[in-house]
């Protein structure tokens, strides 16, 4: 069982930045499609971002592209999401997945993170 802890969430004004860290508790993040999705209540599970296997390729919601950057170390065993010029639309509680492969929906993803708030005002 994989365990994924995220860190950095937070509160920010629009047009500010945050960094979202997931942590793969010793696992190799090159082994697994590592994602973000978010959810505000209510509504369903969003995919916003995911890098494939061995970071071959990026995958962005059309919401986010140009905003938001995936990205993974391995030597860190840790997954990140950069965001940049958020926007309130942007708030939502935001989980990291991983899966053996990239999938489109969320319960395609088998390891999930416990979520962290991200506030834009």
């Known amino acids: 069982h994989v365990q994924l802890v995220e860190s950095g969430g937070g509160s920010v004004q629009a047009g500010g930045s945050l960094r979202l860290s997931c942590s793969t508790a010793g696992y190799s993040v090159s082994d697994f499609c590592m994602a973000w999705f978010r959810q505000v209540p209510g509504q369903e599970r969003e995919g916003v971002a995911a890098i494939s296997r061995g970071a071959a390729s990026a995958y962005y919601a059309d919401s986010v592209k140009g905003r938001f950057t995936i990205s993974h170390d391995n030597a860190k065993k840790t997954a990140y999401l950069q965001m940049n010029t958020l926007k309130p639309e942007d708030t939502a509680t935001y989980y990291c997945?991983?899966?053996?492969?990239?999938?489109?929906?969320?319960?395609?993803?088998?390891?999930w993170g416990q979520g962290t708030q991200v506030t834009v005002s």
């Open positions: 997945a991983a899966g053996w492969d990239c999938y489109v929906n969320a319960r395609d993803y088998k390891f």
